[in-house]
């Protein structure tokens, strides 16, 4: 449970602008207490999904309107809130500063600054975030909730436990996921952490710890950047 250090003594103008910034896969019950609370501080909160640009994966398996979705119903009918889908640039990130920097500014307008509430997981490994934008102490680990979620979904394959997880969610967030759960994409997802898991079962007890995915070497031009698929 995610928690706002400053409650009640924190007051953001109401003519800036509060961004709320995560992956949002998928969105749970902390992310949503977080728009709530800007939009109780601000009128404009613009709600940032990072990676708008990854395929459909067991680390990102929500496509980007699927997300939205999600959000809108996990906040109600009678919520506020502007979306900014983000692309992700891992071997560029100031490039990605200055991209996320305009196109929240843009959205922001004759806003006087942009606030900002971001995951704070320990380790994670977020992008930087732009210098003009001013953090908000909010403290919660958006990353670690949402991988914790999908473990149970996809890896554990623990229905009870995934049913308890929904069982903490607002109804109508709650009814999303679990029709995603039954969808052709989830069973997909599904077979693929299943294959995983056996293909490594047949590395247990070797004397060495084996590495299953690897780079080799890394080949960027012009922005480009060269991918050679292995045999396997």
């Not at 602008?17 to 992956?23: F, Q, W």
């Not at 949402?146 to 436990?161: I, Q």
């Not at 996921?177 to 077979?191: F, I, K, Q, T, V």
């Amino acid at each position: 449970m995610c928690h706002d250090l400053f409650r009640g003594s924190l007051k953001v103008p109401s003519f800036d602008t509060i961004a709320v910034c995560a992956r949002f896969q998928p969105p749970q019950r902390p992310h949503l207490e977080a728009v709530e609370w800007s939009l109780s501080q601000t009128r404009r909160v613009i709600v940032v999904c990072f990676g708008s640009n990854e395929s459909r994966s067991l680390s990102n398996p929500w496509s980007n309107g699927e997300r939205e979705a999600m959000i809108r119903a996990g906040l109600g009918p009678d919520a506020t809130v502007e979306f900014v889908m983000l692309e992700d640039r891992r071997y560029d990130p100031a490039g990605w500063s200055r991209r996320a920097a305009s196109i929240v500014g843009e959205r922001a307008g004759v806003a006087k600054e942009v606030y900002v509430v971001a995951d704070r997981s320990p380790g994670f490994d977020r992008l930087p975030l732009p210098i003009t934008w001013t953090v908000i102490e909010y403290d919660c680990a958006f990353a670690d909730d949402e991988s914790a979620f999908r473990e149970h979904l996809f890896w554990r394959g623990d229905d009870g436990a995934f049913e308890g997880l929904l069982s903490l969610l607002p109804i109508a967030l709650a009814r999303n996921l679990h029709g995603y759960a039954r969808s052709e994409a989830c069973r997909g997802l599904r077979e693929e952490a299943t294959f995983i898991s056996a293909f490594r079962q047949n590395w247990v007890g070797v004397p060495y710890p084996p590495v299953f995915v690897t780079v080799d070497i890394l080949v960027v031009w012009r922005a480009e950047v060269l991918l050679i698929q292995r045999g396997r």
